[in-house]
């Protein structure tokens, strides 16, 4: 009976370890679809965000299963906890459906992406969690990557 018990909490581990590991294509983050826009929007993040470091983020639309082309969209990335002013970017079209953009996020912790999206006239707006790596960034560090003492994006152009 032990050895089985032991058998069992050895193989769950194992299916826990390699549920984590098997991703490697970043945080995404899908809708959960009770929208009435019609619109299905996902976010990814670097598999590895880390703070200080200028990143390039993704929001992929698609309305009726085909790519929303000439969306304004735009991202807002606050911490969970805590306020850091407006931080995050207005999306580019990459290629259609596909939206890019860059941001550098002043501290590690739990964030949250409030994606913003305006096409055909409709507008929707959803959010995504995900997290950061590192200590808050230094004063030096802050101003050097365009960023705010409170880690705020110096001149926002959204």
């Not at 055909?120 to 705010?148: C, H, I, S, W, Y």
Request: charged fraction near 25%; glycine fraction near 12%.
């Amino acid at each position: 009976m032990k050895k089985k018990l032991t058998l069992s909490v050895v193989l769950l581990l194992a299916i826990f370890m390699l549920a984590a590991c098997s991703s490697g294509k970043g945080q995404e983050g899908q809708n959960d679809g009770k929208d009435t826009s019609g619109m299905n929007v996902a976010f990814k993040a670097p598999e590895r965000v880390e703070a200080g470091q200028k990143l390039e983020y993704s929001v992929t639309i698609e309305k009726d299963g085909q790519p929303v082309r000439d969306a304004n969209v735009i991202v807002h990335l606050e911490m969970a906890e805590m306020d850091h002013g407006e931080n995050g970017f207005r999306g580019k079209m990459e290629s259609p459906g596909i939206y890019k953009g860059q941001a550098v996020l002043p501290m590690g912790g739990d964030w949250i992406a409030y994606v913003n999206v305006k096409a055909n006239g409709v507008e929707t707006t959803r959010q995504f969690a995900f997290k950061a790596e590192g200590d808050m960034m230094l004063p030096e560090e802050l101003k050097k990557a365009g960023l705010n003492e409170d880690g705020s994006i110096q001149n926002p152009d959204f």
